[in-house]
């Protein structure tokens, strides 16, 4: 199984440029997320989807917007970049091991350059 | 805000001893996890433990739980270079979103 794949694994980007990080899972998962991860600010979460056809936002949304297209597939957008969102971005979803707890299986990451 | 935070932010050890991280956190939560990254990785669940447990094992892995105190310690006993890597507590309070802290990098020398 190739579990969370993440696309692309690195940008670079221009100030107001735009750009999609695409994630995929093949785990049959039904709640996917995005976080950031800053030296030393740990994983920030930006948004996230509980079930197909549902988003909400987390910790950090502001400059983000996603798009949960099936079960399988949770995308960001950024609609223009910032330096400020030089990151690296984790995309995860969730696996029920216990009843009401979530487990997360992440993605390798991707690494995006605003300058 | 994060919920949880790591004690200490950088820890360095020799391979064979035992490396101890803490975590404490603000609220009351149903269950607290820990993972592990390695460097350029994503994360990888080591460990869940309930908020109704007191203590967990897993292979070389010891979690307790302190709801009273509201932390936490992960245990790597006889520890491998290859646990060379930053650890996460993260917790759940009942919605669907998990809360990371800001992590411990663990060193192991050979």
């Known amino acids: 199984n190739a579990g969370v794949t993440q696309t692309p694994k690195f940008q670079v980007l221009k100030t107001g440029q735009s750009m999609t990080l695409q994630c995929a899972q093949d785990m049959n998962h039904n709640s996917m997320y995005w976080y950031r991860q800053d030296p030393g600010m740990g994983l920030r979460l930006i948004y996230y989807s509980a079930s197909e056809g549902t988003t909400d936002k987390g910790e950090v949304p502001n400059g983000y917007n996603v798009s949960r297209l099936n079960k399988r597939e949770f995308s960001l957008r950024l609609e223009s970049a910032a330096p400020s969102q030089t990151s690296v971005y984790f995309c995860?979803?969730?696996?029920?091991?216990?009843?009401?707890?979530?487990?997360?299986?992440f993605g390798a990451g991707s690494r995006l350059t605003v300058l | 805000s994060q919920q949880g935070e790591e004690d200490p932010q950088a820890l360095s050890i020799q391979e064979g001893e035992n490396a101890t991280m803490n975590c404490s956190y603000k609220t009351s939560i149903n269950n607290l996890q820990w993972y592990r990254q390695n460097s350029g990785r994503g994360l990888v669940h080591l460990i869940l433990?309930?908020?109704?447990?007191r203590e967990k094992h897993s292979g070389r892995l010891r979690v307790t739980l302190d709801t009273s105190k509201k932390s936490s310690s992960l245990l790597i006993t006889a520890s491998r270079a290859a646990d060379t890597a930053s650890y996460f507590c993260?917790?759940?309070?009942?919605?669907?979103?998990?809360?990371f802290g800001k992590g411990t990098k663990l060193t192991v020398n050979p």
């Open positions: 433990i309930r908020s109704n447990e």
């Open positions: 993260a917790t759940e309070g009942g919605s669907e979103k998990l809360v």
């Open positions: 995860a979803s969730r696996d029920r091991l216990y009843s009401g707890a979530n487990v997360l299986t």
